[in-house]
């Protein structure tokens, strides 16, 4: 008797032992793993922040970072299914593939302010020797872009419309990564690029490179980067869309907080800087990457508010350089339900 009794207790706590595994288990389970893509700027730091921070974790999110050189690949991989969420500008793959209902924009991310350091328009010394001293002087000169289609090919054409030259009359020069660009600019192989201040104002203190002006000047309350997702995501996996916009809202407002606004004190900022620099200029030493971070500080909107007023204006760009179909609508590119639009 006494060892069946024995016996007894042993299975039931056995029976014990896994139902609190299993219990304990259960948010282990319920985590969904994202593949989250990004780009090793400072203006994704909304990610990071919400990774660093246990802000994914907290909303049962499991996320891998899948980091990309360019806006254009990233919309093909979350069409694909290989990215599940990206944050990164509008491309003209982007709208192809949301117009064939593989894609929707949900969110916006990186804001131009006024007020803050934006992205800034560089020339090399060689262009700025020979004249090109404002943007008004561009016309006929080359400008590097990563792709036709690019957030730099339509900073390049709102620049040339603002000063009244057709866009023809900048000569773009698809040069596929930014790094790439970088050395065409500082060898004087193109003439001018634009690109955010983390990048431009580290190029412009060197003696190859100079800045002659500011995007927000052309394109006033610019949603440089957005929040998108597959359109299957949008509609048939809302819960999740809505979790990663809430995590990534609170990374965004811990950002904006220590490093634009600069409410949240010295010693959170430094806090912001370091955590940043897991991601961002890593192989530098944090002496030397620290003052490129800060200055790359530009605003990622409040709660993922998304400026459908300007991603109108750069689908209407798109589509009278050809690049995608005039049939193409506004909500065929965005789902207005996850956020705050204006």
Same mark, same amino acid.
């Given at each position: 008797?006494?060892?069946?009794?024995?016996?007894?207790?042993?299975?039931?706590?056995?029976?014990?032992? %896994?139902?609190?595994?299993?219990?304990?288990?259960?948010?282990? *389970?319920?985590?969904?793993?994202?593949?989250?893509?990004?780009?090793?700027? !400072?203006?994704?730091?909304?990610?990071?922040?919400? %990774?660093?921070?246990?802000?994914?974790?907290? =909303?049962? *999110?499991?996320?891998?970072?899948?980091?990309?050189?360019?806006?254009?690949?990233? /919309?093909?991989?979350?069409?694909?299914?290989?990215?599940?969420?990206?944050?990164?500008?509008?491309?003209?793959?982007? $709208?192809?593939?949301?117009?064939?209902? /593989?894609?929707?924009?949900?969110?916006?991310?990186?804001?131009?302010?006024?007020?803050?350091?934006?992205?800034?328009?560089?020339?090399?010394?060689?262009?700025?020797?020979?004249?090109? !001293?404002?943007?008004? +002087?561009? +016309?006929?000169?080359?400008?590097?872009?990563?792709?036709?289609?690019?957030? %730099?090919?339509?900073?390049?054409?709102?620049? &040339?419309?603002?000063?009244?030259?057709?866009?023809?009359?900048?000569?773009?020069?698809?040069?596929?990564?930014?790094?790439?660009?970088?050395?065409? *600019?500082?060898?004087?192989?193109?003439?001018?690029?634009?690109?955010?201040?983390?990048?431009?104002?580290?190029?412009?203190?060197?003696?190859?490179?100079?800045?002659?002006?500011?995007?927000?000047?052309?394109?006033?309350?610019?949603?440089?980067?957005?929040?998108?997702?597959? /359109?299957? =995501?949008?509609?048939?996996?809302?819960?999740?869309?809505?979790? %990663?916009?809430?995590?990534?809202? +609170?990374?965004?407002?811990?950002?904006?907080?220590?490093?634009?606004?600069?409410?949240?004190?010295?010693?959170?900022?430094?806090?912001?800087?370091?955590? $940043?620099?897991?991601?961002?200029?890593?192989?530098?030493?944090?002496?030397?990457?620290?003052?490129?971070?800060?200055?790359? &500080?530009?605003?990622?909107? +409040?709660?993922? /508010? *998304?400026?459908?007023?300007?991603?109108?204006?750069?689908?209407?760009?798109?589509?009278?350089?050809?690049?995608?179909?005039?049939?193409? !609508?506004?909500?065929?590119?965005?789902?207005?339900?996850?956020?705050? !639009?204006?």
């Amino acid at each position: 008797m006494r060892g069946q009794s024995l016996k007894r207790r042993s299975v039931l706590g056995f029976a014990a032992g %896994f139902m609190a595994i299993a219990i304990g288990g259960e948010v282990a *389970l319920a985590a969904d793993k994202i593949n989250v893509g990004a780009l090793r700027f !400072t203006s994704h730091s909304a990610s990071f922040v919400a %990774f660093e921070r246990e802000y994914f974790k907290n =909303n049962n *999110l499991d996320v891998t970072f899948k980091f990309f050189q360019a806006a254009q690949p990233m /919309a093909v991989a979350i069409a694909s299914g290989d990215v599940h969420v990206g944050v990164t500008a509008i491309s003209g793959g982007l $709208i192809n593939l949301a117009k064939k209902g /593989a894609i929707k924009v949900v969110g916006g991310a990186l804001h131009e302010e006024k007020g803050i350091d934006g992205q800034m328009i560089l020339v090399s010394k060689k262009a700025y020797d020979a004249g090109v !001293t404002s943007p008004d +002087k561009l +016309k006929g000169r080359t400008y590097g872009i990563t792709q036709a289609g690019s957030s %730099f090919h339509y900073m390049a054409h709102k620049i &040339a419309q603002k000063e009244g030259f057709p866009g023809s009359e900048i000569k773009v020069k698809p040069l596929q990564k930014v790094g790439a660009i970088i050395g065409a *600019l500082k060898s004087g192989q193109i003439d001018a690029w634009s690109i955010v201040p983390h990048i431009a104002k580290a190029l412009s203190k060197g003696p190859a490179v100079v800045s002659i002006g500011k995007i927000t000047d052309y394109i006033p309350d610019y949603q440089v980067t957005t929040v998108f997702t597959s /359109a299957k =995501n949008a509609s048939q996996n809302r819960d999740l869309v809505k979790r %990663f916009l809430a995590a990534f809202s +609170k990374g965004a407002a811990d950002f904006n907080a220590a490093l634009v606004d600069k409410t949240a004190g010295a010693e959170e900022a430094e806090k912001m800087v370091k955590l $940043i620099h897991k991601y961002v200029y890593t192989s530098r030493p944090y002496a030397k990457a620290a003052p490129s971070i800060r200055n790359g &500080a530009m605003r990622i909107n +409040k709660n993922a /508010a *998304l400026n459908v007023t300007n991603v109108r204006d750069q689908l209407q760009w798109f589509q009278s350089e050809g690049l995608v179909g005039k049939d193409v !609508t506004i909500d065929m590119l965005v789902d207005k339900s996850f956020v705050r !639009t204006y």
